[in-house]
């Protein structure tokens, strides 16, 4: 359920679902797909997650409840650029992803390969490791992403193209095709190529883990992309979309991979003091 991103809309939900729930801790996520994916990680019994449709709105919510003394309540968002720019939440109650979404945290538990197998591929087609192949190929997208909005460049961002700067062989990003790709989608005068190359050079300098910056929504993107041209080559298939790929993924996460991260830990302390509230099974 998405109350239409009010803060007091879902703070309302969580009150009167504890009407009939009582005892049970409040996941707040971010979207229905978030809530999709911890339900099968968490204790339905002990734990409701709540969608509220975006980071701002379930950090709201969470403070409308806190400051009404609502026990048991716990928000978990996605980082976004927050590692770009060193910023760290510091409140007990709201956690952040160790990586920038939650699709780059699925990815992690190494998918992809079987996931490409499910599409009549194999599984090595995009290396060893076609997790850091994707990774890397979208970091430098990210940053321009990065860029452009911090600056606020208007760029036509529905129209950039995979195919001119990103081999479907290896998924090897150009970085000069890249940012000429991003001048000719920029609508803000002024704006040139040397200027996007410039900003990329000094953000990859910092030596952020491509984790905390590559997109998720890149990411499924380019998967959907490149598994689309191979599969054309073997000519079979219906199209592939960045929505499947994220469906797979979650699908496939399982709650073994789930117990191995920094963010099972980081849940499993927030349970310790806020007993006797349990989001985990």
Known sequence: MNPFCNPQLVANLVVMSRKVEKGKSALL?????????????SDPSRCRAFGAGNRHTAEKALHLLKNSNEPGVLAIVDADTDHIQGKKSRHPDILVTPTRDLECA???????GGLLVE????????????????VQAVVPIAYLRYVAESKKWQVRMSDVDFNVFISPKNLECDK?????????????????????????QILESVGHRPYQVARGHDITA????????????????????????????????????????????????WEKRNSPYKVLR
């Open 119 to 134: 599409f009549d591929l194999e599984p090595d087609c995009l290396g060893q490791c076609p997790e850091e192949t994707v």
């Open 106 to 112: 699925l990815l992690q538990a190494c998918l992809i």
């Open 222 to 269: 380019v998967l959907a992309w490149v598994i689309g041209i191979k599969r054309r080559k073997k000519k079979c298939g219906a199209k592939v979309t960045a929505d499947l790929i994220e469906s797979y993924l979650r699908t496939a996460y399982s709650e073994a991979e789930f117990r191995k991260t920094g963010l099972f830990s980081k849940i499993a302390a």
């Open 29 to 41: 996520l971010e979207g229905d797909k978030d809530a999709r994916l911890y339900k099968k990680l």
């Open 176 to 200: 000069d095709a890249l940012c000429r790709h991003f001048a000719a989608l920029t609508l803000t005068a002024g704006v040139s190529d040397t200027d996007y190359r410039k900003e990329l």
